[in-house]
């Protein structure tokens, strides 16, 4: 029988798992990474964020108590000796040096009157004549009693800055003013943080630099704090490029001191290092496993496909077998009708026969007229009636239900009988029947004069398509335990309408007279009682390929079916 196609669109299918294994399975696997990706960035900026406001909030501390200790010292140093004291030039000497014991953060420290002149002064430069009265430093102390000043260059072209404290006592007003020395705050910024990656340094509000920076330039550069205004006692944190384009993490934090701001300054990149190697890792875990879930995905859908596509195809050919069988019961059951119908008169007719027959008999065969011609037609009628009578008899047995012999059967040997069957007739018309047996074909039970008859009936077809030239090739193998049997043919083969239709009683190609149509219809049924079954593959063209399968043993009969045959 010809395998019919089922109609499923497959790649349809195929498409439709596929994409609905991928969302399901790749969706929450995509959740994952970008969750876990999002969360250890998040988990990581918290922590050197943190990492980096503590410092920079700790320096702060250090700074400011550093400076308030400075201004407290002035201070008191101011308001607690005279004018007489601190204008005299070596009792200022010997303040000086008390207060050096203590720390070494002062340069140097003068007294100067309301004109803006030193009236006393100790230290390591020549000031003896200098005058503020035009300085900045010496307008905001007047107005403001107490005053430090930015980092600037002064007459003595060193970066340095001034605190200076305003006293009235008497008739006198002045100023003391102390130099703080750079060192001292350098040196307070680098023993709290620094290393090739870090940065810490101090800018004006005017954004000028205070101290030297590693990465944003010397003292006095200018240097771009943020827009807003930093509120005081708590950090700011941003990302800052350098000038060399790297990226870093700023924390600010304003001074309660003084108006300056102190930043810190981190290679975010150097700390980040672990968490770049741990997101590359998500990242190739994840691409992986998306890559083996898709791998994994398409052969799944692919197995799955396949097998649906087999299981339709047995379901196929299981339902074109039943429709067959069907179609042979509903019409087998008419021939069979017909057969015992058409029986009866060709009985009469046979009878009839027979009795002028016995007439002739009692007749004088010389002296009758038509003596001779009448027991011509007499034979011819009773000729004619016995073929009838073999075709309403192959309907009837067609139609019938059999009871199948059991006998054993060597497939090679009944292949042979067959073919020898029509040996003469195929060398007639110059067909080779070639012979390729298996040796190894198990004997099988099953009912030989019928299966003959599917063979011959195979064969016959064979030689009538083929015409002449040409040859058969009969096959044997052993399969499942059964046996198989395949006869190819060189002839024109068939096309799709006629391989459809081959197995229909009645159905012929063949001219009025010379074929019946129940050829293959009665092999069909014949196979089906045995428990077998008949496949054929033909293009036109290129010849046909019957195949017959065969099992070990025919099926029991129900007690039921042995009733009916
Ligand atoms: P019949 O031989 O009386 O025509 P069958 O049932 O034996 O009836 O065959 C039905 C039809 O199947 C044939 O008429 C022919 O068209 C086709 N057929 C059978 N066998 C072959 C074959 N080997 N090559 C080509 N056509 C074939
Ligand atoms: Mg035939």
């Excluded at 089922?6 to 696997?29: D, E, Q």
């Excluded at 940065?199 to 030297?212: C, H, I, N, R, W």
């Excluded at 047995?397 to 003469?424: C, H, S, W, Y």
């Amino acid at each position: 029988m010809s395998s019919p196609s089922p109609h499923r669109g497959y790649k349809a299918i195929h498409r439709r798992v596929l994409t609905m294994l991928l969302i399901m399975s790749l969706t929450p696997l995509a959740a994952l990474g970008f969750f876990c990706m999002d969360r250890i960035t998040a988990i990581y900026d918290e922590k050197i964020s943190a990492g980096l406001e503590a410092v920079t909030s700790s320096k702060h501390r250090a700074l400011d108590t550093f400076m308030v200790e400075r201004i407290a010292q002035i201070k008191t140093l101011v308001f607690t000796h005279s004018y007489d004291e601190l204008s005299n030039a070596s009792r200022l000497s010997s303040i000086f040096s008390v207060m050096q014991s203590t720390s070494r953060s002062f340069v140097d420290m003068g007294i100067i009157d309301m004109n803006g002149r030193h009236v006393s002064y100790v230290g390591p430069y020549d000031l003896h004549k200098a005058n503020y009265a035009e300085t900045t430093w010496f307008a905001e102390v007047l107005r403001k009693g107490v005053y430090v000043s930015d980092v600037f260059m002064g007459y003595r072209h060193v970066p340095h800055f001034v605190i200076a404290v305003l006293r009235h006592e008497g008739e006198h007003s002045f100023i003391l003013r102390a130099t703080i020395d750079m060192e001292a705050i350098d040196a307070l910024l680098r023993r709290v943080y620094s290393g090739p990656s870090s940065d810490a340094f101090l800018v004006s509000e005017q954004g000028v630099l205070q101290t030297d920076s590693l990465f944003n330039g010397p003292i006095m550069s200018k240097y771009a704090l943020p827009a807003e205004r930093l509120a005081r006692n708590s950090v700011v944190t941003q990302i800052q490029t350098t000038a060399d384009g790297k990226e870093m993490l700023a924390a600010m934090m304003r001074l309660e001191s003084m108006p300056w701001v102190l930043v810190v300054m981190d290679d975010v990149h150097a700390g980040l290092k672990p968490l770049r190697q741990l997101k590359g890792f998500i990242l190739l875990f994840t691409v992986l496993g998306g890559m083996l879930t898709c791998v994994g995905a398409e052969l799944c859908t692919r197995r799955l496909v396949a097998s649906l596509e087999a299981a339709d195809q047995k379901q196929a050919h299981i339902d074109a077998a039943m429709l067959q069988s069907s179609k042979m019961a509903a019409l087998g059951k008419m021939a069979a009708g017909v057969a015992h119908e058409v029986n009866n008169p060709l009985m009469l007719i046979q009878e009839n026969a027979g009795w002028i027959r016995d007439l002739l008999e009692d007749e004088d065969a010389a002296t009758m007229q038509n003596y001779q011609e009448i027991l011509a037609s007499t034979e011819k009628i009773e000729q004619h009636v016995k073929r009838a009578k073999a075709i309403t008899q192959g309907m009837l047995g067609f139609g019938r239900r059999m009871n199948p012999e059991r006998t054993e059967v060597l497939i090679n040997t009944l292949a042979d009988q067959a073919a020898d069957m029509l040996k003469t007739e195929a060398a007639n018309r110059n067909i080779v029947i070639e012979r390729r047996y298996d040796p190894q074909v198990p004997v099988i039970l099953s009912d030989p004069s019928r299966l003959e008859q599917v063979f011959i009936n195979i064969i016959d077809n064979a030689i009538d398509a083929m015409g002449k030239d040409g040859s058969i090739s009969i096959e044997t193998h052993a399969h499942n335990g059964g046996v198989r049997i395949s006869f190819t043919d060189t002839g024109p083969g068939m096309d799709k309408e006629t391989l459809h239709r081959i197995f229909d009683p009645f159905f012929t190609t063949k001219k009025v007279g010379e074929g019946t149509g129940l050829g293959l219809a009665i092999c069909f049924s014949i196979l089906e009682k045995l428990g077998g079954h008949i496949d054929v593959q033909s293009e036109l063209g290129q010849g046909t390929s019957f195949t017959v399968s065969l099992p070990a043993e025919p099926p029991q009969m129900t007690s039921e079916e042995r009733a009916e045959a």
